[in-house]
């Protein structure tokens, strides 16, 4: 890309906009130095910005230790608004009012909060604060306040016995000189700190501060600063690239021209930086940094001496990895939901959006901030991770949208995906893939893997539009064509749908558009701008939690591929903003559990027949037909929906559930419509405490076996002229329920049973 675009683009940005953290750098999370002790705190995404912390030998109230720690300290951690780690401590400013506050890493509880400010400093109000190995500077002035700048203070803070420390005021951490100056950022190193003053130009102090050979009369601007040890680098403002001083080997292989950077964070001897375009980690220095994460972005990063933890932007979740080393972390941080940055006064400015707290499913949560007044601004990303292509741009209130290669739909993305790269590499593999598909066989394996992925090469161009299955049939030809729910006229495959779209559909996710929830969330109808009626699913924030972007992504493409006249078809979704919204067809008569027990209209026994035959269709595609076979593993009554033509469609199968907490016996799944169709013959629910046995197995089984089937038919509906049908639907049901799954019928041969049901004459 050519440098003056970046010019066109890049602007000032605020520093307490900027997410960065680690030694000396002041931000939503940050890590303590001291050996092998790595010790994290983060601010929590619950609006109260509460302060999470995990670490050896270390627990805050709201996060349980980690596993691997025998034994953990624990207390009361206020809420903060900033936080930066020194050596064995860290120091944030409290978020209600701006004082600062000061905490031991290392286990004493009688090393926290004022005890570790100078007397004078105490009532104090810092807008940043930085740590360094033994010594904290902050810059005064409220943080929630619209001025960005003030005067300095430092004090020293060492180590006494007990693992205790002591806090105390020091001359020699800057002449009177710098005391006078006003800066707009500080970060602190070993023995130094460095800041960017008003007038312009960077200005280290302290003891230590000669040696980072840094020129103070400097005349570039940077927005970013982040100190190692010994060592300083910054994100020039211009041209976000990177530029460093002091021990040469704490940044050697730095990023070159052509990297641009949001944030940084360091260790004592490595840096870590948040690419501006994908928000891809980098990392340099003297260290080993094979297993940071790939394809994942990040809001906010740390880093200790052998760790660094961030808060990723898919999901605010806490992700962590070692530095020098291959192992495995010795423990996990805590599941918990984080700020991906630092609250302000002020508006966002170019090139950063507002992060919109409605995102985390919360109804009550309003802002990630205590005080209501300010905001949350994060750098807005430009490109996508290799495997995504990017589905829709930055705006003031959401970030860009990345999208799976795999659910690429059309020549746009495809380019970006190298589907339709023409470098001679790219013409050698479609060569290639040329001489495979002249195997007939080996061609309709092709198609099938790549059906979410180049649609536009397998749809038959002679179906007219409608719902067909991603290698270009129609839905299952035994049903007729009326039996098949309205198609989208934009595309039979998985639209990618802008969350502000969504949200005006639902009327912004408002109750009174509420469908249903469960433990996946919560269930909206909503309406398109053009005018179709749809159901949008959106995960909570413990789903969002429990389910990492690749599992969701690969429900997605099986999703993608189911398309039945009697299941539930996915029309598209939106992974915006952290989200997991996907919408549905919308079925206007509801559920079939709404008929049966909901005071919803009574059905005919010819429809409750009907139902029960689709219900065993819709399975037996997911069973049998479905690519990957599909176990539902939650078949119920009220996962029964009916469309317009009140034909059965099955919903919610496995979706978003891990693989490992599947049950492969499908005899499961049989044996719970077994149930289902108890409760069609019987009107009784699955569990009824007004009931003596409450469990219907256990009421309607005995009857059944004993051939008196007709005492437990449902008395609300008139018995049809031959009930016949109805007691062999019966013997059917009980086949389904029996305790050896080895004696339940499979989902075909339950078609096969139902359907001449059907045909002798109950449907008639």
């Given at each position: 890309?050519?440098?003056?675009?970046?010019?066109?683009?890049?602007?000032?940005?605020?520093?307490?906009?900027?997410?960065?953290?680690?030694?000396?750098?002041?931000?939503?999370?940050?890590?303590?130095?001291?050996?092998?002790?790595?010790?994290?705190?983060?601010?929590?995404?619950?609006?109260?910005?509460?302060?999470?912390?995990?670490?050896?030998?270390?627990?805050?109230?709201?996060?349980?230790?980690?596993?691997?720690?025998?034994?953990?300290?624990?207390?009361?951690?206020?809420?903060?608004?900033?936080?930066?780690?020194?050596?064995?401590?860290?120091?944030?400013?409290?978020?209600?009012?701006?004082?600062?506050?000061?905490?031991?890493?290392?286990?004493?509880?009688?090393?926290?909060?004022?005890?570790?400010?100078?007397?004078?400093?105490?009532?104090?109000?810092?807008?940043?604060?930085?740590?360094?190995?033994?010594?904290?500077?902050?810059?005064?002035?409220?943080?929630?306040?619209?001025?960005?700048?003030?005067?300095?203070?430092?004090?020293?803070?060492?180590?006494?016995?007990?693992?205790?420390?002591?806090?105390?005021?020091?001359?020699?951490?800057?002449?009177?000189?710098?005391?006078?100056?006003?800066?707009?950022?500080?970060?602190?190193?070993?023995?130094?700190?460095?800041?960017?003053?008003?007038?312009?130009?960077?200005?280290?102090?302290?003891?230590?501060?000669?040696?980072?050979?840094?020129?103070?009369?400097?005349?570039?601007?940077?927005?970013?600063?982040?100190?190692?040890?010994?060592?300083?680098?910054?994100?020039?403002?211009?041209?976000?690239?990177?530029?460093?001083?002091?021990?040469?080997?704490?940044?050697?292989?730095?990023?070159?021209?052509?990297?641009?950077?949001?944030?940084?964070?360091?260790?004592?001897?490595?840096?870590?930086?948040?690419?501006?375009?994908?928000?891809?980690?980098?990392?340099?220095?003297?260290?080993?940094?094979?297993?940071?994460?790939?394809?994942?972005?990040?809001?906010?990063?740390?880093?200790?001496?052998?760790?660094?933890?961030?808060?990723?932007?898919?999901?605010?979740?806490?992700?962590?990895?070692?530095?020098?080393?291959?192992?495995?972390?010795?423990?996990?941080?805590?599941?918990?939901?984080?700020?991906?940055?630092?609250?302000?006064?002020?508006?966002?400015?170019?090139?950063?959006?507002?992060?919109?707290?409605?995102?985390?499913?919360?109804?009550?949560?309003?802002?990630?901030?205590?005080?209501?007044?300010?905001?949350?601004?994060?750098?807005?990303?430009?490109?996508?991770?290799?495997?995504?292509?990017?589905?829709?741009?930055?705006?003031?209130?959401?970030?860009?949208?990345?999208?799976?290669?795999?659910?690429?739909?059309?020549?746009?993305?495809?380019?970006?995906?190298?589907?339709?790269?023409?470098?001679?590499?790219?013409?050698?593999?479609?060569?290639?893939?040329?001489?495979?598909?002249?195997?007939?066989?080996?061609?309709?394996?092709?198609?099938?893997?790549?059906?979410?992925?180049?649609?536009?090469?397998?749809?038959?161009?002679?179906?007219?539009?409608?719902?067909?299955?991603?290698?270009?049939?129609?839905?299952?030809?035994?049903?007729?064509?009326?039996?098949?729910?309205?198609?989208?006229?934009?595309?039979?495959?998985?639209?990618?749908?802008?969350?502000?779209?969504?949200?005006?559909?639902?009327?912004?996710?408002?109750?009174?558009?509420?469908?249903?929830?469960?433990?996946?969330?919560?269930?909206?109808?909503?309406?398109?701008?053009?005018?179709?009626?749809?159901?949008?699913?959106?995960?909570?924030?413990?789903?969002?939690?429990?389910?990492?972007?690749?599992?969701?992504?690969?429900?997605?493409?099986?999703?993608?591929?189911?398309?039945?006249?009697?299941?539930?078809?996915?029309?598209?979704?939106?992974?915006?903003?952290?989200?997991?919204?996907?919408?549905?067809?919308?079925?206007?008569h509801g559920t079939l559990h709404d008929h049966l027990h909901g005071g919803f209209s009574p059905l005919s026994w010819g429809l409750r027949v009907r139902i029960a035959l689709q219900t065993a269709k819709g399975l037996e595609y997911l069973h049998v037909e479905?690519?990957?076979?599909?176990?539902?593993?939650?078949?119920?009554?009220?996962?029964?929906?009916?469309?317009?033509?009140?034909?059965?469609?099955?919903?919610?199968?496995?979706?978003?559930?891990?693989?490992?907490?599947?049950?492969?016996?499908?005899?499961?799944?049989?044996?719970?419509?077994?149930?289902?169709?108890?409760?069609?013959?019987?009107?009784?629910?699955?569990?009824?405490?007004?009931?003596?046995?409450?469990?219907?197995?256990?009421?309607?089984?005995?009857?059944?076996?004993?051939?008196?089937?007709?005492?437990?038919?449902?008395?609300?509906?008139?018995?049809?002229?031959?009930?016949?049908?109805?007691?062999?639907?019966?013997?059917?049901?009980?086949?389904?329920?029996?305790?050896?799954?080895?004696?339940?019928?499979?989902?075909?041969?339950?078609?096969?049973?139902?359907?001449?049901?059907?045909?002798?004459?109950?449907?008639?």
């Open positions: 890309m050519e440098t003056h675009l970046f010019l066109l683009v890049l602007s000032l940005l605020l520093f307490l906009s900027k997410p960065g953290s680690g030694f000396g750098s002041p931000g939503p999370i940050a890590a303590s130095l001291g050996g092998n002790s790595a010790f994290f705190c983060a601010i929590d995404a619950s609006g109260r910005q509460e302060v999470i912390c995990w670490g050896k030998n270390y627990s805050s109230p709201s996060s349980p230790s980690s596993s691997s720690s025998s034994t953990s300290q624990t207390y009361n951690i206020p809420s903060m608004a900033v936080l930066s780690g020194g050596d064995g401590f860290l120091c944030g400013v409290l978020s209600n009012t701006s004082q600062p506050f000061c905490f031991s890493s290392l286990g004493s509880s009688s090393s926290s909060g004022t005890d570790l400010v100078p007397l004078s400093y105490r009532t104090n109000a810092y807008s940043q604060i930085a740590a360094g190995n033994r010594h904290v500077c902050a810059v005064r002035g409220a943080y929630y306040s619209d001025h960005d700048s003030g005067t300095v203070d430092c004090w020293e803070i060492t180590k006494a016995a007990n693992n205790s420390f002591v806090a105390k005021e020091s001359s020699n951490l800057y002449d009177q000189n710098v005391s006078n100056l006003v800066f707009n950022k500080i970060v602190s190193g070993d023995g130094f700190s460095c800041g960017v003053v008003r007038e312009g130009g960077v200005l280290c102090f302290g003891p230590k501060s000669s040696t980072l050979g840094l020129n103070t009369t400097t005349s570039d601007s940077f927005e970013v600063l982040s100190a190692g040890k010994s060592s300083v680098c910054a994100i020039l403002n211009s041209t976000r690239e990177i530029k460093c001083w002091g021990d040469e080997d704490s940044f050697v292989n730095s990023p070159g021209d052509e990297s641009r950077f949001v944030a940084l964070a360091s260790g004592p001897n490595h840096y870590c930086g948040i690419r501006e375009d994908t928000h891809e980690v980098e990392c340099w220095g003297n260290a080993n940094f094979s297993l940071i994460p790939k394809a994942s972005g990040f809001k906010a990063i740390a880093s200790s001496d052998s760790i660094v933890c961030g808060i990723r932007e898919e999901d605010l979740v806490l992700d962590c990895w070692m530095v020098n080393g291959s192992s495995t972390l010795a423990y996990d941080p805590p599941l918990e939901l984080c700020s991906p940055g630092v609250c302000r006064a002020g508006p966002c400015g170019d090139k950063e959006f507002a992060f919109n707290a409605s995102i985390l499913g919360e109804p009550d949560l309003t802002s990630l901030c205590v005080r209501k007044e300010l905001s949350l601004c994060s750098p807005c990303g430009s490109d996508c991770s290799n495997g995504f292509f990017l589905s829709s741009s930055c705006t003031e209130n959401s970030d860009r949208v990345c999208t799976s290669c795999s659910l690429c739909q059309n020549s746009s993305c495809s380019d970006i995906c190298k589907l339709h790269n023409h470098d001679s590499s790219s013409d050698k593999h479609w060569n290639q893939l040329a001489l495979i598909v002249g195997s007939s066989a080996s061609a309709l394996l092709i198609i099938i893997i790549c059906c979410c992925v180049v649609p536009r090469f397998v749809t038959s161009p002679n179906k007219e539009d409608g719902f067909k299955s991603c290698i270009g049939k129609t839905d299952l030809e035994t049903e007729p064509l009326e039996m098949i729910a309205p198609a989208p006229s934009v595309t039979p495959f998985a639209q990618v749908f802008r969350l502000s779209e969504l949200k005006d559909a639902t009327n912004g996710f408002k109750e009174f558009n509420e469908l249903g929830r469960g433990s996946y969330g919560f269930v909206y109808k909503a309406v398109l701008s053009d005018g179709r009626q749809v159901a949008v699913k959106r995960a909570n924030a413990s789903t969002i939690i429990h389910t990492n972007a690749r599992e969701f992504e690969a429900e997605l493409e099986i999703l993608c591929n189911i398309r039945h006249s009697n299941i539930v078809n996915l029309i598209g979704y939106s992974t915006e903003m952290g989200e997991r919204l996907l919408v549905y067809e919308y079925m206007p479905a690519e990957p076979r599909i176990v539902h593993g939650d078949v119920k009554s009220s996962n029964v929906l009916l469309d317009s033509e009140w034909a059965a469609r099955v919903a919610d199968f496995g979706l978003l559930t891990s693989s490992n907490e599947r049950s492969l016996d499908v005899k499961g799944d049989v044996y719970d419509f077994g149930v289902v169709l108890l409760e069609i013959l019987t009107g009784r629910k699955r569990y009824d405490r007004d009931c003596d046995p409450p469990e219907i197995v256990e009421w309607a089984v005995p009857v059944i076996r004993e051939g008196k089937a007709a005492v437990v038919l449902d008395k609300y509906i008139a018995s049809p002229r031959n009930v016949e049908p109805l007691l062999k639907l019966a013997d059917v049901a009980e086949l389904c329920v029996r305790e050896d799954p080895s004696q339940r019928p499979n989902t075909s041969e339950l078609v096969n049973l139902l359907d001449q049901l059907a045909r002798d004459g109950l449907l008639l």
